[in-house]
């Protein structure tokens, strides 16, 4: 099946949009000093290099033969560009978006 470019950007609003419910809903559940501090992070994230949109912190819970732990990577809300999971920080995951051109941008 292709899609055309009108069915992809649908599909890319609707998942950008599920995503915003689930992180306003994580939200809800923070305290005070941790939505500051997630406030900061967001803020220390620098605009995609592609597009200009805002980045986001993405991870998971991954499990396998070692054990189990949380990957960090951040993504772009607006192309989706990423530096995906595989951060075992998401101050690694941030200082690795932040990188332009392998140097640390200013």
């Given amino acids: 099946m292709i899609l ?14 599920l995503e915003r419910k689930k992180t306003e809903r994580a939200r809800s559940r923070l305290t005070i000093e941790e939505a500051e501090a997630e406030a900061y992070f967001i ?6 290099p592609c597009c200009g949109g805002r980045g ?15 990957t960090f990577g951040i993504v772009c ?4 560009l990423g530096h995906f999971l595989g951060y075992d920080t998401a101050e690694a995951a941030r200082d690795a978006w932040n990188l332009r051109g392998g ?3 200013s």
Avoid: F, R
Wanted: hydrophobic share 30%; proline share 2%.
């Fill in 43 to 48: 803020e220390s994230l620098l605009p995609c």
């Fill in 56 to 70: 986001e912190m993405d991870n998971i819970h991954v499990s396998g033969n070692l054990g189990h732990k949380w």
């Fill in 4 to 17: 055309d470019k009108e069915q992809i950007d649908e599909g890319k609003k609707y998942a950008a949009e």
């Fill in 77 to 80: 809300t607006k192309c989706a």
């Fill in 103 to 105: 140097k640390k941008a």
